[in-house]
Structure formats: structure tokens, C-alpha cells
């Protein structure tokens, strides 16, 4: 409606300017009041709770607050990594939950051998990885791939690194918000 008012009135301007050009004025029609739509009530729900087995969920909630990382992303990445598996160990020697490399426990000093101090050990490893990093992508793709690696390459190192960072973040994504 207001886009025609504006035609009609360019059009009488117009009119008005040039006086040599004949126009016909007819009445102009009054708009009819705008129609008001109430926004729907959004309803607040509590967050979701977030999929973690019942039996791990004490050590993610644990490590979420002593990382101050959001546990969405914790189960994320422990999902992607080992499908929440404790007992996995992967080619490369990484073990548990969140796969780490022994060298990883050693250096936290914690038994990644034992699930919840694995979650702990984790948890930290990722957040050393966004304190040096800044960037989810970053901190992602060298939790995945080691620091270094990222470092040298500028970003992730390999075409596999990549689809581990757009895998954890989509399914972060598809689950923000839980606790």
C-alpha cells in the first residue's frame, strides 16, 4: 500500500512538474487499514536434554562446566569420534570417548583409560584448542588433526579434517541448546 502511495504521489509531482503533458487526476483511493497479525506466543520450553548415555551424562555435564564449553559440542564431538563408545580405540592409537592419544592424558594428567576421566581430559584438550585457536573451525580441526598440523597448513590440513569439522558442527548445531 505504501509503495502505491508513493507511485500515486510521483505521478502528481510528476504531473505538476510538466505542464504540458496532459493528465486526468481521479480520485485517490483511500488505502484500506493495514490488517495486524499477531506474532504467534512463543511458548519457552526448557533446553533439551542432551543424548548423552545415562551413564556418562555426570562426567560430560562435569567437563562442560570445567571447560566452559557447551555440552552440545561436547557430545558432538564424543559422538562423531567414538558414537559415545568408551571401548573404542582408533588406527592411530586414539582411545575412549574422545579419542585421545595417551600423550594427551599424559600431559593432563589424566587416565584416558577411565571414561569419565577421558570425557574430563577431552573437554580440556578441546578448550587449550580454542583458547590458542579463536575459531570453532580451527580449535575443531585440531583437536582432530593435532595443532601443529593446523598450524602448518594454516587451517585443516586434509579433505578428511574438513568433513570432521563440518560433521561435529552440524550435529552441534542440530543439538545447541541441550544440557
Same mark, same amino acid.
Given at each position: 500500500m505504501?509503495?502505491?502511495?508513493l507511485v500515486a504521489v510521483g505521478a502528481f509531482a510528476g504531473a505538476t512538474i510538466v505542464p504540458s503533458t496532459k493528465v486526468t487526476r481521479t480520485p485517490v483511493a483511500v488505502a484500506a487499514p493495514p490488517v495486524v497479525v499477531a506474532a504467534?506466543?512463543?511458548?519457552?520450553?526448557?533446553?533439551?536434554?542432551?543424548?548423552?548415555?545415562?551413564?556418562l &551424562?555426570?562426567?560430560?555435564? !562435569?567437563? #562442560?562446566?570445567d571447560s566452559n564449553l557447551p555440552p552440545a559440542l561436547l557430545y558432538a564431538? %564424543?559422538?562423531?569420534?567414538?558414537?559415545l563408545r568408551p571401548d573404542v580405540v582408533s588406527e592411530s592409537g586414539a582411545r575412549g570417548v574422545l579419542q585421545l592419544m595417551p600423550t594427551t592424558g599424559q600431559m593432563l594428567a589424566l587416565d584416558i583409560d577411565e571414561p569419565r576421566a577421558n570425557v574430563l581430559a577431552g573437554a580440556r584438550?578441546?578448550?587449550?584448542?580454542?583458547? &590458542?585457536?579463536?575459531?570453532? !573451525?580451527? #580449535?575443531?580441526?585440531?583437536?582432530?588433526?593435532?595443532?601443529?598440523?593446523?598450524?602448518? %597448513?594454516?587451517?585443516?590440513?586434509?579433505a578428511g579434517v574438513v568433513a570432521?569439522?563440518?560433521?561435529v558442527t552440524a550435529l552441534w548445531r542440530s543439538v545447541a541448546g541441550c544440557r
Open positions: 505504501a509503495a502505491l502511495a504467534p506466543q512463543l511458548v519457552s520450553r526448557p533446553p533439551a536434554r542432551c543424548p548423552f548415555p545415562t551413564a &551424562r555426570p562426567a560430560f555435564e !562435569d567437563a #562442560a562446566r564431538v %564424543a559422538k562423531i569420534e567414538s558414537n584438550y578441546l578448550r587449550q584448542m580454542f583458547d &590458542r585457536f579463536r575459531s570453532s !573451525d580451527m #580449535a575443531l580441526a585440531a583437536y582432530n588433526a593435532g595443532p601443529t598440523a593446523v598450524e602448518r %597448513a594454516g587451517g585443516s590440513p586434509s570432521y569439522v563440518v560433521k
